[in-house]
C-alpha cells in the first residue's frame, strides 16, 4: 500500500459517494486507485488515512466561466461605479483597471482570486481574458504566468475575450489571432449585433479563428429576445457546419430567458442541443435560460461565477457550490432531483463543456476531489457548506479533517 504522507494521502476514510453509498477512496500517483466498502479497522490502522466522517466527497467542482484578470481581489475594496450603457461601463473599467494595476499588478490579483477558488474545491476553472485595443496582449501574458504559479492547486483554460467588441475595434481580429497562438484555448465573442452591430461579420472572425487554431469557443451573449435567439441559431448552423460540437458555449443566452413565444423557444433550444452547443449561467436575477428545459431538451447548461469583485460587479466569493444554490433559487430547482442536477451544472456538466480528461469519481480519474461538511448532493447544494479537504491531483490543496 501507498504510504499516507501529509502532502499525498493514499487513503480517505468512510466517504459519502454522491449516490449515498460509504465508501473509503484509495489514492495514488495523484488518481483514484480504488474504492471499497469502509473496513472496520482499529483505531491505529485508521491513522494511515484522512477521516471525512461520512461528509460527502465529490469531483472537484468547476468554474465554466470567471474572468480572473478583471477582479480586485487583493487590492484595496473599490468603490463600484456606476454607469449607464455597456460601453460607458467598459471605458469606466479601463480608467478603473489602470489605477488599480498601478497599485497590484493583474497578475498578483488573479492569482488570489485562483487561489480562493482552490481552496473552495474548484479544481477547474474557464477564465475569460480581455484582449482589446487598449492592453493588447497583457492580460493574456499575465494569466498565463498565474496558470504557472497555480497549477498545483488549479487548473486554468484560457478564452481570448474581446471585451471592445471585434468588429468594431480597430485591430482586435488579429490580437485575437495571435493570443490564441500564444495559448489561450478557446475564441470568446461579444454579442455581435448588440455590440458589433454586425451578426455575420463578428461570428466570421470567430468561427474563422476557431477553425485555423483548432480551438473552441466561448460567446457572450446577453443580446435578448428574438435578435439574441436569431444569432443562437446562427452560432448553432456554424457549430455544425465546421463539426465543432461539443466544443462551442454559449455564456449567458439571455434570450432564452426573455419570453421568446414557445415555438421560437423550443426551435431554438432544439437547435442547440442538435449542434451540441453549450450554454453556461451564472443564475442572473433576470433572463436567467431555463435550466430544466435545457437540460430535459439534451442542451448542455453548466455554469460559472461571472464577475467576481471587479469593474462590473461588487459581489462574488468564488465558490461554485454557493453559485449551484444561487443558480437553483433563481431557477427554482427545489426537488432532490432538481437539486442534483444544480449540483452537475458546477461538476460533471462544466467537466464535459471545458473538454476536461480523466474527471470524475472513479477508479483511474485524477484524484481532484473535494469533501463537504454535508451528508448529500441536495443538502451540499442547498446550503454551501465548509469544505473539509481539497485535493488537486492527489496532492492536499485544503485539509479540515479531524487529527484524532
Ligand atoms: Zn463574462
Known amino acids: 500500500m501507498t504510504p499516507t504522507s501529509p502532502l499525498h494521502p493514499a487513503l480517505l476514510l468512510d466517504a459519502t459517494l454522491p449516490d449515498g453509498t460509504a465508501a473509503d477512496v484509495h489514492l495514488a500517483d495523484g488518481r483514484i486507485a480504488a474504492l471499497t466498502a469502509p473496513a472496520r479497522r482499529a483505531p491505529e490502522a485508521a491513522g494511515r488515512g484522512l477521516r471525512l466522517d461520512g461528509a460527502l466527497l465529490l469531483p472537484a467542482l468547476v468554474d465554466g466561466h470567471a474572468h480572473l484578470d478583471k477582479t480586485f481581489l487583493g487590492a484595496p475594496w473599490q468603490p463600484h461605479r456606476a454607469t449607464a450603457g455597456l460601453r460607458t461601463q467598459i471605458a469606466s473599467e479601463r480608467e478603473l483597471r489602470r489605477e488599480v494595476a498601478a497599485a497590484v499588478p493583474v497578475a498578483d490579483r488573479a492569482e488570489a482570486l485562483a487561489r480562493r477558488m482552490a481552496a473552495l474545491g474548484t479544481?477547474?476553472?474557464?477564465?475569460?481574458?480581455?484582449?482589446?485595443p487598449d492592453t493588447g496582449l497583457d492580460h493574456l501574458h499575465a494569466l498565463l504566468e498565474v496558470r504557472e504559479r497555480v497549477r498545483d492547486v488549479i487548473g486554468i483554460q484560457l478564452v481570448?475575450?474581446?471585451?471592445?467588441?471585434?468588429?468594431?475595434?480597430?485591430?482586435?481580429a488579429d490580437l485575437l489571432d495571435a493570443a490564441l497562438r500564444e495559448g489561450a484555448e478557446l475564441i470568446g465573442g461579444l454579442d455581435p449585433a448588440g455590440f458589433d452591430g454586425d451578426v455575420d461579420g463578428q461570428l466570421d472572425i470567430v468561427f474563422g479563428l476557431a477553425e485555423r487554431h483548432d480551438a473552441g469557443v466561448d460567446i457572450h451573449l446577453h443580446d435578448g429576445g428574438p435578435v439574441g435567439a436569431s444569432q443562437l441559431r446562427d452560432i448553432a448552423d456554424r457549430t455544425a457546419t465546421l463539426g465543432l460540437g461539443g466544443r462551442v458555449a454559449v455564456s449567458h443566452a439571455y434570450a432564452l430567458g426573455s419570453g421568446l413565444d414557445s415555438s421560437e423557444l423550443m426551435l431554438t433550444v432544439q437547435k442547440l442541443a442538435d449542434a451540441g452547443v453549450a450554454v453556461m449561467t451564472n443564475g442572473p436575477s433576470r433572463s436567467m435560460p431555463p435550466v430544466k428545459l435545457?437540460?430535459?431538451?439534451?442542451?448542455?447548461?453548466?455554469?460559472?461565477?461571472?464577475?467576481i469583485r471587479d469593474a462590473w460587479w461588487p459581489y462574488g466569493t468564488g465558490d461554485m457550490l454557493e453559485r449551484a444554490t444561487v443558480i437553483g433559487l433563481q431557477g427554482e430547482l427545489m426537488t432532490d432531483q432538481e437539486l442534483f442536477l444544480a449540483a452537475d451544472l458546477v461538476t460533471e456538466n462544466a467537466a464535459v463543456a471545458l473538454g476536461l480528461a480523466d474527471y470524475g469519481l472513479a477508479v483511474g480519474a485524477r484524484a481532484d476531489l473535494v469533501a463537504i461538511a454535508a451528508g448529500s448532493v441536495p443538502e451540499a447544494v442547498a446550503a454551501h457548506p465548509e469544505r473539509l479537504l481539497v485535493l488537486h491531483g492527489g496532492r492536499v490543496v485544503l485539509d479540515r479533517t479531524p487529527r484524532t
Not at 481570448?160 to 485591430?171: L, N
Open 160 to 172: 481570448a475575450f474581446p471585451q471592445s467588441g471585434v468588429v468594431t475595434a480597430p485591430g482586435v
Open 294 to 307: 435545457l437540460h430535459e431538451a439534451g442542451v448542455r447548461v453548466f455554469a460559472g461565477s461571472d464577475n
Open 123 to 132: 479544481g477547474y476553472v474557464r477564465s475569460h481574458v480581455d484582449v482589446d
